[in-house]
């Protein structure tokens, strides 16, 4: 069986060796015959051009009955075939057209597609360790903005103008509540200005006397399963809710501890290796229930802000409210999310995200996209009132708002409590902007940080024992640790380029999908269409 195919094989060398054969005589006798012509005809131009494209023609179409009959690309050798009919042939080549066309349709569709999403960003690992994750900020800030006993040791020792009692006093204290609903009268605001200058102090200086102290509210602290001084590891900050207290913040440029052991401060942000409340940050809260002044909550308690260490706190944070007589757990589900060095070499235009260290910001150590939203949102309130307010990081080259800018920071207040710089109002500066709001592009490599918190009642003799200066009714117990000790990873890369787009996706799906098109044609082609044909060519004969 095998020596009668080997025959028939054979055979079928023979005769296509004997046809070319024919062909390139008759091709070399035509090509003699047209040579004569021409120079019988004294050499026409117009005769010799016809000659030289008469020739690259034929070699044209010899050279594609060669690949047609030598290649092994399904469709393509019923083209030349002559031992079946044109229209057969014709047929044929419509088939190979068409799939050709819908290859480099699918080879142009990636393409596009890469332009409008030059990066992917895909799961690298469910089990990536949390230990390579920074944990993160801790902001608390108490509901009570102002204390009490401070309150009226200022109000018995500051001077005052003639005609001004102690409620024009208590009044300009409330001011340090901002932002306040109202606006205020521009002579209630000269009054005020007039106790400021009359004591040599400012305003964001009274805003800091009349602020709780962090000792004070923070009583005990447990880091890592060990009790550890809370002035080495909180520090006080400005924010949006006032002056707060931050563990493990290293967004300002400056820190604000206590010199003496400034120098024991990390460098870089702190990591746990374990999880569960035993290995994270354990604190004792007291909020203070008698020394109440100004709140804007009606109960007694804290709001934990959770953030990223190199971000500003502020209304993008996993926030957290704990109240009075409570034990609250707050569990921290971490997701990190890397580039590759692909996407730190792709032009910026292409990869629409920026880096930590690829833009500097005024009064915050890196770049992050809350960041640069934040300072936005101060510039444009620069603009407007011609001054910063008291808690955004200032490098000191930029004028702080006193109590005569009040009316102005009260009027712009949509500015800095949005998170998209007064996005929705109907004078929105984001929504004339053509670019992506305030300029700031997202971030390439990030942790988020989210968050589950459960509570429960507070055992009066555990607080007792924990700290004998608390109160045994009111205190506060706060754990916020990692949840498991493996997190999500993200990884950013690019989708793909032109090269890898016809190598190995695009163009690799498209020859693919195209010529199994070809493919499951020749099939129907045996089953249906070559019956057909043989049976109309039959007629004809």
Same mark, same amino acid.
């Given at each position: #069986? ?6 028939? =094989? ?9 046809? #070319?054969?024919?062909? @390139? $005589? ?17 050499? %026409?131009? !117009? ?14 179409? +010899? ?12 469709? =393509? ?7 079946? %009919?044109?229209?057969?042939?014709? =047929? ?45 900020? *801790? ?15 200022? #109000? ?10 102690? &409620? ?103 990591? *746990? ?61 971490? &997701? ?11 032009? @910026? ?8 260290? +690829? ?15 934040? $300072? ?11 001054? @910063?307010?008291?808690?955004? /990081? ?16 009260? $009027? ?5 409590? !949005? ?5 929705? /109002? ?18 390439? &490599? ?12 507070? $055992?009066?003799?555990? %607080? ?10 009111? %205190? ?15 990884? #950013?890369?690019? =989708? ?6 016809? /190598? ?38």
């Amino acid at each position: #069986m095998a020596f009668k195919k080997r025959r028939i =094989f054979d055979l079928r060398v023979v005769q296509s060796q004997q046809h #070319m054969s024919r062909s @390139l $005589e008759g091709h070399r006798n035509s090509n003699s015959t047209a040579t004569f012509s021409v120079l019988s005809h004294g050499h %026409s131009r !117009r005769r010799w051009k016809y000659y030289q494209l008469r020739l690259i023609w034929n070699w044209f179409t +010899e050279s594609l009955r060669n690949y047609c009959q030598t290649t092994s690309l399904h469709g =393509f050798s019923y083209i030349t075939r002559q031992d079946i %009919s044109r229209n057969e042939r014709f =047929f044929w080549l419509f088939v190979v057209l068409s799939a050709i066309i819908a290859s480099i349709s699918l080879v142009l569709v990636s393409l596009y597609a890469n332009r409008e999403t030059p990066t992917v960003t895909v799961i690298e690992s469910s089990h990536f360790p949390t230990w390579n994750i920074p944990f993160p900020a *801790v902001t608390i800030c108490n509901f009570n903005k102002i204390s009490k006993t401070k309150a009226l040791n200022l #109000m018995r020792n500051m001077q005052l103008p003639p005609n001004v009692t102690n &409620e024009h006093l208590q009044q300009l204290f409330n001011l340090t509540l901002l932002p306040v609903g109202n606006t205020i009268s521009n002579d209630s605001l000269q009054i005020y200005d007039n106790i400021l200058n009359m004591n040599n102090i400012t305003l964001t200086e009274l805003s800091k006397q009349l602020s709780p102290d962090c000792l004070e509210m923070i009583s005990r602290c447990i880091w890592k399963g060990i009790n550890t001084r809370c002035e080495s590891l909180f520090q006080r900050i400005m924010t949006l809710e006032g002056t707060c207290c931050s563990f493990n913040y290293f967004a300002a440029l400056t820190n604000n501890f206590p010199t003496k052991i400034a120098y024991q401060v990390p460098k870089r942000p702190y990591r *746990v290796t374990g999880c569960g409340y035993p290995t994270g940050l354990s604190v004792l809260l007291d909020p203070m229930v008698a020394d109440y002044y100004g709140t804007f909550f009606s109960g007694f308690g804290f709001r934990l802000l959770i953030h990223n260490s190199h971000n500003f706190p502020d209304e993008n944070a996993e926030s957290k409210v704990v109240t009075s007589t409570r034990e609250s757990f707050v569990r921290i589900n971490p &997701e990190s999310t890397y580039a590759t060095r692909d996407i730190q070499r792709m032009d @910026l235009k292409w990869r629409n995200c920026l880096f930590g260290n +690829e833009r500097k910001l005024d009064g915050l150590r890196r770049y992050s996209f809350i960041n640069c939203m934040f $300072e936005c949102r101060m510039r444009m309130t620069l603009e407007i009132c011609g001054c @910063l307010p008291a808690y955004v /990081a200032n490098n000191g080259t930029f004028k702080v708002c006193g109590v005569l800018h009040l009316n102005c920071i009260i $009027e712009s207040k949509r500015l800095y409590s !949005r998170a998209l710089a007064n996005l929705g /109002a109907s004078l929105s500066r984001v929504r004339r902007t053509t670019s992506f709001p305030c300029d700031c592009l997202p971030d390439c &490599e990030s942790n988020l940080y989210v968050s589950e918190s459960t509570m429960g009642r507070l $055992e009066v003799n555990y %607080s007792s024992r924990r700290s004998s200066s608390s109160s045994q009714t009111d %205190s506060i117990l706060v754990h916020v640790f990692f949840s498991d000790l493996m997190s999500t990873r993200y990884r #950013m890369e690019i =989708f793909q380029n032109w090269l890898s787009a016809l /190598a190995s996706f695009g163009g690799l799906l498209g020859l693919i999908l195209g010529f199994s098109i070809v493919t499951a044609f020749e099939f129907v082609y045996f089953l249906t269409f070559r019956p057909i044909f043989n049976y109309i060519n039959r007629d004809r004969d």
